[in-house]
């Protein structure tokens, strides 16, 4: 990609949304009977007014969306519409807690890692049935991880009002994870914790699987076009299939156990505030580059702590923000088609235009 079409199909449409995306969340508080003025400034001071609002606010709601936002633009660069990274993100939490109970007095070297793993390898599962239901009984996998989504949201549910519950059975949530367990604090006085860094470790580690491994070419090569792929290629379309499923999935699930081990350290109702949702719009804001979801889940992140800011602050509900993260989809897939569009002709050089002209 040269520099022209770098900037008409990466920093151009990337700004456009941005400035479309504040220009429609200033007409949503005009038409609320709010101030622009004053709710903007809160927005921005409780993303960025401070360090503490940068690495315990905006930066620790980067993780789950980071890890959830991997997980979407794997499944999707394989062709897969998987919208079910909220249910695999609730899935994996689940998990990391059920683990937790036999894994009290356990060190943290080999506890917090478990605990990890557990999620993933949840998050996976959950994933697979999925998988399991598109290729061999043809169900579309945007419906079936929606269902998943529910059945998981209803099961954490009765998880922590049954199971796993704390142990005074007063509220619907399960008991606190021990403080051995819970991931390292990076900086003292904030909740900047190790799931940040390993947030960009496993974001670089997809981005080269999927460019420098015959694997991850075969996910992209599907992706791209499955008949091609199969028919040319040789290669095999349906276990390409499950392993993209299940790798996000367990993007998903690792998210989930991060959350649980880094912040909030216990399992309750309503556990995600719709990280799995706002996944989509950070993946396909990010192009569904692995490395972009850093970007984009830290704007997304910065929206979410403004958001609580701005309805602190100025009395605004944090609703005019949600769906503002709702029209940025719509503006994204806008914005691919005027891409595609002006960066073809980017991209071409003009000898070959005037050649094909001909």
Do not use: C, K
């Not at 449409?13 to 004053?38: E, R």
């Not at 958001?307 to 503006?331: K, T």
Request: charge should be neutral; glycine fraction near 10%; proline fraction near 4%.
């Amino acid at each position: 990609m040269n520099a022209r079409a770098f900037w008409y199909r990466g920093v151009a449409p990337l700004a456009a949304v941005l400035v479309a995306a504040l220009l429609l969340l200033s007409l949503l508080l005009l038409a609320t009977g709010h101030d622009v003025g004053p709710a903007l400034q809160a927005l921005v001071r409780g993303a960025f007014g401070s360090s503490y609002a940068i690495t315990s606010a905006t930066m620790v709601r980067m993780v789950p969306l980071g890890f959830a936002g991997l997980a979407v633009s794997l499944a999707f660069r394989a062709g897969i519409l998987n919208v079910g990274a909220e249910g695999q993100l609730l899935i994996g939490a689940a998990a990391a807690t059920a683990m937790a109970v036999p894994m009290a007095g356990v060190s943290p070297v080999i506890g917090i890692p478990v605990l990890l793993v557990a999620g993933a390898t949840a998050g996976a599962v959950w994933a697979g049935i999925a998988a399991l239901l598109r290729l061999r009984f043809g169900v579309l996998e945007v419906i079936s991880t929606i269902m998943l989504n529910f059945v998981a949201l209803y099961l954490t549910g009765w998880l922590v009002r049954g199971p796993l519950q704390e142990p005074t059975r007063i509220n619907p949530q399960s008991a606190s994870l021990p403080d051995a367990l819970h991931l390292p604090v990076l900086l003292d006085g904030t909740r900047l914790h190790a799931g940040v860094p390993l947030l960009v470790v496993v974001a670089v580690g997809v981005w080269w699987w999927l460019s420098h491994t015959a694997s991850g070419f075969r996910v992209r090569a599907v992706g791209a076009n499955a008949f091609a792929a199969q028919s040319a290629g040789g290669i095999a379309v349906s276990r390409t299939v499950f392993t993209a499923f299940l790798l996000s999935g367990l993007l998903a699930g690792l998210g989930g156990a991060v959350e649980y081990t880094g912040i909030t350290y216990a399992l309750y109702e309503n556990f995600s505030p719709g990280y799995g949702y706002t996944a989509i719009a950070v993946a396909l804001m990010a192009r569904l580059h692995p490395v972009g979801v850093l970007g984009t889940a830290l704007l997304f992140g910065a929206l979410e702590a403004g958001a609580n800011a701005m309805q602190r602050d100025a009395g605004v509900p944090s609703v005019v923000v949600s769906v503002v993260e709702a029209l940025l989809i719509l503006l994204v897939v806008a914005a691919d088609r005027v891409v595609d569009r002006v960066g073809d002709r980017v991209d071409t050089p003009v000898a070959a235009r005037a050649e094909a002209a001909t």
